[in-house]
C-alpha cells in the first residue's frame, strides 16, 4: 500500500516521452513510502505491516555488481533489463480489461502496487511516510551525490547547476560534509530563499550575466569550484559545470537526466588537464543499506528534509502536483 508519493522530475520525463524505453499506458512514480500489505511466496525480508521504501535502484545483494563494494548499481535494474513489466513479463494493472505498465518495478502514483522483494527496503516504523517518501528518490540523489559519489571534502568549494528537489538535497549533503562555500545556480531566482536556508553561501543566476556561467564562477573563486554538480538535465549545463570545476583536480557530478538520444559535444582539454567527471544513480549508496541509514538519520534530526515539502495533495490531483513542478513551484 503507497501512503505517500514525491514527484521528481525523472517522472516528469517519462509524461514529456523523453525515454524511448517507457510502454504506455504506465504508471508512473517511483519517490514512494508504504507498508507492507500482503507477500508473495519466498519472501522473507519484509512482512505485512512493516514499514517500507520502494527502491528505484534495487538491490539484489547477488549479481556481481550488488557484490562489488564500490558499486550501487544492481544488474536487476531497469539499466541492464529495460521492461515496464514485473520480472515474471506480466503485469499486476489492468484497467477496464486493459494492460497497464509498470514503471521501474515500482509504480508509486497508485494506492497499490506489486514490486520484487529486491526492490524494497524495510524503514524503521516510527518515520513519517508523508515525509520519508523524497528519500525514496529526489532526496537520496542529491545528498548521496554530494556524500558518496563526490566525497565532498570539509572546507572545500562546491557549485549547484538547479535547485529543484535534487538540487537543494546536494546542497544538503554538501553542508553536511563540511563545505565552506556553496554556490546555488539557477535560473528561476525564487529558488534562492530556500537554497540559502539549507546553506548556500551564495546564489547566481546566469542570465543576469553576460559572460557564460563557468567563468562567472571561475572569476568568484580563483580557479573554479572543488566540487560541481549538474542537476538540471541540459547538455549545455553539464560542460558548463564541468568547465566550473578546478581545472586540475575538480570533480563533477553529472545528477540531471538528459533527454533520450541527447549527445554531449566539449573540448577535451576540459578532462585532459585532470578534472573528473562522474555520474551517480540514487546517490551512489546501496539501496537497501543507504536508503534506511538515512531515514533513521532524518529521526536523528541530521537533515531537515521537512524544507523539500513545499505542497502536499490527494493522489486524485497528481496532474495538478506536475503544473506545480513546470511552473517552477
Ligand atoms: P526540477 O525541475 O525540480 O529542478 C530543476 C531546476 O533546474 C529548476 O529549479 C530550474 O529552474 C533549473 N534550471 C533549468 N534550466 C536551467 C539552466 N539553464 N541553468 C540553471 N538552472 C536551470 O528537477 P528535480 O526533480 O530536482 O530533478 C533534477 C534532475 O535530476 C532531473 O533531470 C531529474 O530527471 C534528475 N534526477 C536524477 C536522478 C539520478 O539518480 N541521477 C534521480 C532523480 C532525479
Ligand atoms: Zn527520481
Ligand atoms: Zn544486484
Known amino acids: 500500500q ?3 508519493t514525491g514527484i521528481c522530475r525523472t517522472d516528469d520525463h517519462v509524461l514529456e516521452g523523453h525515454f524511448v524505453d517507457v510502454d504506455f499506458p504506465v504508471i508512473p512514480g517511483h519517490e514512494g513510502a508504504g507498508i507492507v500489505e500482503s507477500v508473495g511466496e519466498g519472501v522473507t525480508s519484509v512482512k505485512p505491516g512493516d514499514k517500507v521504501i520502494p527502491l528505484c535502484i534495487p538491490h539484489c545483494g547477488q549479481c556481481s555488481f550488488c557484490r562489488n563494494p564500490e558499486s550501487n548499481f544492481c544488474l536487476k535494474s531497469h539499466f541492464s533489463e529495460p521492461q515496464n513489466l ?7 494493472f489492468t484497467c477496464k480489461g486493459k494492460q497497464i505498465h509498470h514503471y521501474l518495478w515500482l509504480s508509486t502514483f497508485a494506492e497499490y502496487t506489486v514490486i520484487p522483494e529486491y526492490a524494497v527496503a524495510k524503514i524503521d516504523p516510527a518515520a513519517p511516510l508523508d515525509k520519508v517518501c523524497l528519500i525514496g528518490c529526489g532526496f537520496s540523489t542529491g545528498y548521496g551525490a554530494a556524500v558518496n559519489t563526490a566525497k565532498v571534502k570539509p572546507g572545500s568549494t562546491c557549485a549547484i547547476f538547479g535547485l529543484g528537489g535534487v538540487g537543494l538535497s546536494v546542497i544538503m549533503g554538501c553542508k553536511v560534509a563540511g563545505a565552506s562555500r556553496i554556490i546555488a545556480v539557477d535560473i528561476n531566482k525564487d529558488k534562492f530563499a530556500k537554497a540559502k536556508e539549507l546553506g548556500a553561501t551564495d546564489c547566481v543566476n546566469p542570465r ?7 567563468e562567472v564562477l571561475t572569476e568568484m573563486t580563483g580557479h573554479g569550484v572543488d ?3 549538474e542537476v538540471i538535465g541540459h547538455a549545455d549545463t553539464m560542460v558548463a559545470a564541468l568547465a566550473s570545476c578546478n581545472m586540475n583536480t575538480g570533480v563533477c557530478v553529472m545528477v540531471g537526466v538528459a533527454p ?32 534506511p541509514k538515512l531515514v533513521s538519520s532524518y529521526l536523528e534530526k541530521k ?20 503544473e506545480l513542478l513546470r511552473a517552477g513551484k
Not at 514485473?86 to 499486476?92: A, F, N
Not at 554531449?264 to 543507504?290: E, M, N, Q, Y
Open 208 to 214: 543576469d550575466f553576460q559572460k557564460p556561467v563557468e
Open 2 to 4: 503507497i501512503v505517500a
Open 260 to 291: 533520450a538520444g541527447s549527445m554531449i559535444s566539449f573540448d577535451p582539454v576540459l578532462v585532459l588537464c585532470g578534472r573528473t567527471w562522474k555520474g551517480t544513480l540514487l546517490g551512489g549508496g546501496k539501496a537497501r543499506d543507504f536508503i
Open 303 to 322: 537533515f531537515d528534509l521537512d524544507l523539500l515539502i513545499t505542497h502536499m495533495l490527494p493522489i486524485a490531483k497528481v496532474n495538478e502536483g506536475f
Open 86 to 92: 514485473m520480472p515474471d513479463k506480466t503485469s499486476r
Open 227 to 229: 566540487y560541481s554538480f
